[in-house]
T-cell receptor, first 114, second 111 residues
């Protein structure tokens, strides 16, 4: 099973809402990633978790709060977002941290902030 | 900041043609380079991963080459098919877990 799942597929939220994105993999991977992709742009790395610990935060605003409750699950908590945060949010995982191996991507959550 | 550039931005070819997509990077001290495919509104599918010590990788009709010294990689697609239509992204890994993506080449293969 080489699948990374993400829920929900689509999300519409107001600027005062609190919501969460969920990512799950059952491949035994120990590195998980959040990316943000604006329309017609390449993905941009947001966070990296290595062995369930946050190892990279690419200067992401605090209104995005990642969480890795266990080795299979990665959440992204959203609060007080801005319309410019509307994008496709992609989760990925790899067998080990360090980037030497293939990253497997989920289908993404398309977020619209009104 | 490291930069990754892909040329052309868009490409339209008739079915059956062989084609080459280009990726260039400014810093040659890479760990690896990966080619991905992205269908509209979807996630990324890994096509080929080339480690810094390798020169090329092949999978089916796809062949990717890497020339670190010149800062270039090419993705060769043989006998293109309409199903190959997608955006192709290259991503370069410079250090621990930091991928830099190119802006992609949007490929359209006409039946």
């Amino acid at each position: 099973d080489t699948e990374v799942t993400q829920t929900p597929k689509h999300l519409v939220m107001g600027m005062t809402n609190k919501k969460s994105l969920k990512c799950e993999q059952h491949m035994g991977h120990r590195a998980m990633y959040w990316y943000k992709q604006k329309a017609k742009k390449p993905p941009e790395l947001m966070f990296v978790y290595s062995y369930e610990k946050l190892s990279i935060n690419e200067s992401v605003p605090s209104r995005f709060s990642p969480e890795c409750p266990n080795s299979s699950l990665l959440n992204l908590h959203l609060h007080a977002l801005q319309p410019e945060d509307s994008a496709l949010y992609l989760c990925a995982s790899s067998r080990t941290p360090g980037g030497q191996e293939t990253q497997y991507f989920g289908p993404g959550t398309r977020l619209l902030v009104l | 900041k490291q930069e990754v550039t892909q040329i052309p931005a868009a490409l339209s070819v008739p079915e059956g043609e062989n084609l080459v997509l280009n990726c260039s990077f400014t810093d040659s001290a890479i760990y690896n380079l990966q080619w991905f495919r992205q269908d509209p509104g979807k996630g990324l599918t890994s096509l080929l991963l080339i480690q810094s010590s390798q020169r090329e990788q092949t999978s089916g009709r796809l062949n990717a080459s890497l020339d670190k010294s010149s800062g270039r990689s090419t993705l060769y697609i043989a006998a293109s098919q309409p199903g190959d239509s997608a955006t192709y992204l290259c991503a370069v890994l410079y250090n621990f877990n930091k991928f830099y993506f190119g802006s992609g080449t949007k490929l359209n293969v006409k039946p």
